[in-house]
Every structure is written in C-alpha cells, then in structure tokens.
C-alpha cells in the first residue's frame, strides 16, 4: 500500500454533499453560474479522493439539460463568426457537428467508466489507472485546469475591455490599462462574495446572448444581402484555429463526473441521452450564430462580435450587458484557483488572500499587453483538446473500460494521437487567417 501521511482537508464535492445537505443546492448554482459564462463547472480542482457513493442525486433531467446548454453559451460564442470567416459556412457547420459529437462519445467513456467503478470524480477515476499513471494523470489535469481558469480569467478582463470602451465617450475613459484596473480591483472583493449570490448571472448571461443573437439578425436584415467576402465553402489554416475555439467553448471532461453524480436516477445511458439532447441543440445555436454573424459584418468580423456592433442603444444594452455578467461570473472562476491554497492551509488565511490578490493582479497586467481575444480561446482550446478530449478518455478507455478488444484499443490510441495532433496545431495556428481561405464557393464575394 502507499506509505501513510497527514491527513489533509477534503475539498471533494462528495465529501461537501456528506457534510451539508444543502451543499448540493448550493454547488448546482455555483455550477450554472460558472458554465455560464465559461467552461469550468466544479468548485476546486481534481483531488485524489477514497471511494465514496454521493448522496442520491437530486437534479432532475431537465435541469442537467438546462445547465448543459447554458454551459455552451459562454464568451466563446462571441468569437464563433471569427471562426467561420477564416473556415468558410459549410466548413464551419461540419467542424460544429463533428467537434460535438466527439465530445459527446468522449464524455459516454468517461461517466461509464465513473459508474463501474463507482467513482464520481475525476481525481478519484483517475487514481484507478495503474501505477502513478493515475497520480501523474491527476496532477496535470490540475495544472491544465488552473491554466485554462487563468487563460478564462483573462479573456474576461479583455472582454470587459472591448465592450466598456465602445461605450465610453472619447478620452480618458477609453483606455484599455483603466478598465483592466477597474475590472481587477472589483473583481477582488468581489471574490469574497460567497457564490450562492452569484448564480443569477447563469439566467442574465443567457439573455444576453440571445440578445446578441437578436441583434445580428437585425443587422443582416438591415443590409438586405450578406456583406462582401462571405464564403459557402472552403478550406485554409483558419480551420483549425476555429477547431480550438469550439472545443475552448463546449469542453466539460473534467466535471461530468461530478454531474452525473447529481443527476436524479442516474444511469449512463439517460446521462448520455442528456448530453446528446443538450449537444444536439447547441450544434443548432452554434451554426446559427456563427453563420449569421458572418454574414452580417462579411471577413471585417472582429474576434469579438460585439467589436462590429454599431453604436446605439441596442450595441450599448450589449456591451454594458456582457461586461457586468461577466465582472460577476469573474470570482466563480477565482474560487476554484485558491482551493487548493485553503486545503493546504486547513482553513482560508492569509496566504488565501495573498493567492486572490495575485491572480486578479496577474490577469490584469496580462491584459495591459495582451489584447487578442480570439488567440487567447484558441490557445486555451489547444491547451485542453490534447488531454481532456484524447488523454484521460482515452486511457479511461483503454484501462478502465473492460470486455473491449483489439479494434477498441486502436480506436483510443487513435483518439489520443488525433486530439494530441490537434493541440500542437492549434498553438500553431491562433489566428483565423481569413486572408489563406481558399474559398470553393462563394455566397458573397
């Protein structure tokens, strides 16, 4: 057995469900709250957890449904069109399909593999594997998920940024370094605000965005034909920069456990058919968003849709609206990242404070030199697709998925060789490169 040390705090969601029986109620609205507005939906990172069944699920399948398209409707989305003008319509449309459905049959590995093994979190189906592959496999899982909240954190400040100096009249109070300060000095206490109080802006972010939607609709109406430079199909390098976009946006391999585990009456095949169900309509959400806001603003599209905007009530109502969304979903997103700093202290002390105080420093002096939006979610794209998309369900598969033969296991190295390839092209390539778009067909040239 592993030599006997100190024992330390607990920070698990199943540990938090024995100790409280309001603490699910809680961490639901933490969770849609957070998937709200990004990907990241558990309140700490992996842990290496015993075995323990949690408490009998309460979430009904409409409710995991709603959490799951609410996951999808995330900042990512407002870089959708971007993506598609450097992919083309119909190439943009397959991408959607087919990063989805691989995402739904990767999650199906996993929450099977959590159900045989009665493990309903991730650090503890981890621990499964042989030798220290689990222990390894756990700590980068942590590191790449504290990046990738550090990397959302980020996007958030730059959001922020774009949309409240479009709203601001000329001078002082149109600069980028302003709005950083005034994003990282609010977003600290409000840290502190316990996240029960923060769960509204699931419900606000989504209204927003549909608000979005309605806009861009009007915008296109308004011009009577698609701008210049709309492409039906083509292919180019932006294709995979638009690949790591999608999957920045629609990854959740790292908390499904957790969710499942709250589903009412949980089996894998009714999980799975709610994320299929959920998938299917955000294939639908994405496709028509995308394509509809590249049509509107043609290749000129910003990275970040709400840039193109015209100025105006209805562009204002936007920009203020996403800023403020975004300003509360920011402490969900710094919780997480002290976790780990309180379980090693047993309680929140100073080094606490020092931790949020980096993290809201650190994303703020980032965001002075970095302003590219659409490179920052296609590099946290690429960062994650490599493991949680190839990695962990793949070697899930392989070790902890019984009674499957030779064709099985080539299929999971498959799948590990192909999400590992996509990470190191989606480093390479970070910007849409509209300019390298071979286009077929053109629907507006």
Same mark, same amino acid.
């Given at each position: 057995?592993r030599?006997?040390?100190?024992?330390?705090?607990?920070?698990?969601?199943?540990?938090?469900?024995r100790?409280?029986?309001?603490?699910?109620?809680?961490?639901?609205?933490?969770?849609?709250? #957070?998937?709200?507005?990004?990907?990241?939906?558990?309140?700490?990172?992996l842990?290496?957890?015993?075995?323990?069944?949690?408490t #009998?699920g309460?979430?009904?399948?409409?409710?995991?449904?709603?959490?799951?398209?609410?996951?999808?409707l995330?900042?990512?989305?407002? =870089?959708?069109p971007?993506g598609?003008?450097g992919?083309?319509?119909?190439?943009? &449309?397959?991408?959607? /399909?087919?990063?989805?459905?691989?995402?739904?049959?990767? +999650?199906?590995?996993?929450?099977?593999?959590?159900?045989?093994h009665? #493990?309903?979190d991730?650090?503890?189906?981890?621990?499964?594997?042989?030798?220290?592959?689990?222990?390894? $496999?756990?700590?980068?899982?942590?590191g790449? /998920?504290w990046?990738?909240?550090?990397?959302?954190?980020?996007?958030?400040?730059?959001?922020?940024?774009?949309?409240? +100096?479009l709203?601001?009249?000329?001078?002082?109070?149109?600069?980028? %370094?302003?709005?950083?300060?005034?994003?990282?000095?609010v977003a600290?206490?409000?840290s502190? %605000?316990?996240?029960k109080?923060?769960?509204?802006?699931?419900? %606000?972010?989504?209204a /927003?965005?549909?608000?979005?939607?309605?806009?861009?609709?009007?915008?296109?109406?308004?011009?009577?034909?698609?701008q210049?430079?709309? *492409?039906?199909?083509?292919?180019?390098?932006?294709?995979?920069?638009?690949?790591s976009?999608?999957?920045?946006?629609?990854? +959740?391999?790292? *908390?499904?456990?957790?969710m499942?585990?709250?589903l009412?009456?949980?089996?894998?095949?009714?999980?799975?058919?709610? /994320?299929?169900?959920?998938?299917?309509?955000?294939?639908?959400?994405?496709?028509?968003?995308?394509?509809?806001g590249?049509?509107?603003?043609?290749?000129?599209v910003?990275?970040?849709?709400?840039?193109?905007l015209?100025k105006?009530?209805?562009?204002?109502?936007?920009?203020v609206?996403?800023?403020?969304?975004i300003?509360?979903?920011?402490?969900?997103? &710094?919780?997480?990242? &002290?976790?780990?700093?309180?379980?090693?202290?047993?309680k929140?002390? +100073?080094?606490?404070?020092?931790?949020?105080a980096?993290?809201?420093?650190?994303?703020?002096?980032?965001?002075?030199?970095?302003?590219?939006?659409?490179?920052?979610l #296609?590099?946290?794209?690429a960062? *994650?697709?490599?493991?949680?998309?190839?990695?962990?369900?793949?070697?899930?598969?392989?070790?902890?998925?019984?009674?499957?033969? =030779?064709?099985?296991?080539?299929?999971?190295?498959? $799948?590990?060789?192909?999400?590992?390839?996509?990470s190191?092209?989606g480093? %390479?390539?970070?910007?849409?490169?509209?300019?390298?778009?071979?286009?077929?067909?053109?629907?507006?040239?």
């Amino acid at each position: 057995g592993r030599p006997s040390r100190e024992p330390v705090p607990d920070t698990s969601m199943q540990e938090a469900l024995r100790r409280d029986s309001h603490a699910h109620t809680e961490m639901t609205a933490s969770q849609i709250a #957070a998937q709200s507005m990004g990907r990241f939906c558990s309140s700490e990172l992996l842990h290496e957890g015993e075995d323990a069944l949690p408490t #009998a699920g309460t979430v009904t399948s409409l409710g995991m449904f709603i959490n799951m398209l609410t996951a999808g409707l995330g900042t990512s989305i407002l =870089a959708f069109p971007w993506g598609v003008a450097g992919a083309s319509v119909v190439s943009g &449309v397959f991408l959607v /399909v087919f990063i989805l459905v691989v995402n739904m049959w990767t +999650i199906g590995i996993v929450v099977r593999a959590g159900e045989e093994h009665k #493990a309903f979190d991730l650090g503890t189906l981890l621990m499964k594997l042989p030798g220290r592959m689990g222990s390894i $496999l756990q700590t980068t899982s942590n590191g790449l /998920v504290w990046l990738t909240l550090w990397l959302t954190l980020l996007s958030y400040v730059i959001t922020i940024q774009n949309n409240m +100096i479009l709203v601001m009249p000329a001078g002082a109070a149109q600069n980028r %370094v302003l709005w950083a300060v005034l994003t990282a000095a609010v977003a600290y206490p409000l840290s502190y %605000v316990p996240q029960k109080y923060l769960s509204f802006t699931s419900s %606000v972010s989504v209204a /927003v965005i549909i608000f979005l939607f309605g806009v861009l609709i009007q915008t296109l109406a308004s011009e009577g034909e698609p701008q210049h430079g709309v *492409c039906g199909f083509g292919t180019g390098p932006g294709v995979v920069t638009y690949f790591s976009v999608l999957m920045n946006s629609v990854i +959740i391999q790292m *908390c499904v456990l957790p969710m499942y585990a709250e589903l009412k009456d949980r089996t894998p095949a009714k999980f799975n058919l709610i /994320v299929n169900s959920a998938f299917g309509s955000l294939i639908v959400l994405f496709c028509a968003f995308a394509t509809v806001g590249y049509m509107a603003f043609g290749n000129d599209v910003d990275s970040m849709i709400t840039d193109n905007l015209k100025k105006g009530a209805l562009g204002s109502v936007v920009h203020v609206g996403i800023s403020l969304v975004i300003l509360c979903t920011f402490p969900i997103f &710094v919780i997480p990242m &002290v976790a780990p700093v309180a379980a090693f202290e047993g309680k929140e002390g +100073i080094w606490c404070h020092i931790a949020r105080a980096v993290i809201c420093a650190s994303v703020m002096f980032a965001a002075f030199f970095i302003t590219q939006f659409g490179m920052i979610l #296609a590099v946290n794209g690429a960062l *994650c697709v490599g493991f949680f998309i190839g990695v962990l369900p793949g070697l899930v598969g392989l070790y902890l998925t019984p009674g499957k033969g =030779a064709a099985w296991r080539a299929l999971m190295w498959s $799948l590990i060789l192909f999400a590992l390839a996509g990470s190191v092209l989606g480093f %390479v390539f970070t910007d849409n490169e509209w300019k390298e778009l071979h286009c077929w067909w053109w629907i507006s040239k």
